[in-house]
């Protein structure tokens, strides 16, 4: 097969699947996937993720931080592919706008600074929520960084609040302090880790939850593990965190 022809052709000496090395649910997948390639998790630092942010591709967002006072607290309501964007923030994975709001207010009233990120279609969400900011505290870069560019603004904020996102494993990998608002996912294996940085994970531990790649998945009508999260609870997060304690 070509495949295997393209395997061999890279002096690979051997396959290893799950079928070989059975997949531990109570591991992070990480772990699972150094398991499987053969390697000692425990002799590594499994979690440890090199990124070069010196690239020139990495830069050109410091402009839009100019004349935000600190802390700056990055903010990121959206996830999944672009089939999926239209009005995140009431799906499965989301978290209200509403919350958002409140949160940000809330760290605004203690000096704080708002940017929020997002991808191209996550604009009009991202205005809707600055719409009720104080504008000189709050920076809408939704659509306005490359992904080179999303890692170097998330290694010099004070702090990430996000829900399951990838921008959530991107902020773990360069270290800066993270919340993530989960829910559907199975936390256990595919949460955001960080060998640098604390990540605070947010979540209720309920009955149907993680129902991802479940049945009750496709049949959830109402997202309640988001709605439980309490902006409350995630405002006294961020302070902490902050240290505005």
């Given amino acids: 097969p070509r495949f295997l022809k393209l395997l061999s052709g890279i002096t690979l ?30 002799t590594i630092n499994p979690f440890e993720i090199e990124l070069d942010l010196s690239a020139s591709s990495c830069i050109g967002f410091k402009e839009h931080l100019e004349g935000l006072p600190r802390p700056v607290v990055g903010i990121h309501p959206g996830y999944g592919p672009p089939g999926r964007k239209n009005n995140q923030t009431a799906k499965l994975r989301g978290w209200s706008q509403s919350s958002f709001v409140r949160v940000s207010q809330a760290l605004q009233k203690l000096g704080a600074s708002i940017i929020i990120t997002g991808s191209a ?111 409350e609870e995630v405002f006294d997060t961020c302070r902490r965190l902050l240290g505005l304690l």
């Fill in 13 to 42: 000496s051997q396959i290893r699947s799950y079928v070989n090395q059975p997949f531990d649910a109570q591991l992070h997948s990480i772990e699972n996937n150094l398991r499987l390639a053969g390697l000692d998790a425990g």
């Fill in 121 to 231: 279609l996550d604009v009009p969400e991202a205005n809707c929520i600055a719409a009720a900011l104080e504008p000189m505290q709050t920076r809408i870069l939704a659509g306005r960084t490359t992904l080179p560019q999303l890692a170097g603004l998330l290694s010099v904020l004070d702090l990430f609040l996000s829900v399951d996102s990838g921008p959530a494993h991107l902020c773990a990998a360069v270290k800066t302090p993270l919340i993530v608002l989960w829910g559907p996912g199975k936390w256990i294996q595919t949460r955001p880790v960080s060998s640098g940085a604390a990540v605070e994970l947010l979540r209720k531990p309920l009955p149907c939850s993680p129902c991802y790649d479940l049945p009750a998945m496709k049949s959830c009508l109402r997202n309640v593990c988001m709605e439980l999260i309490r902006p």
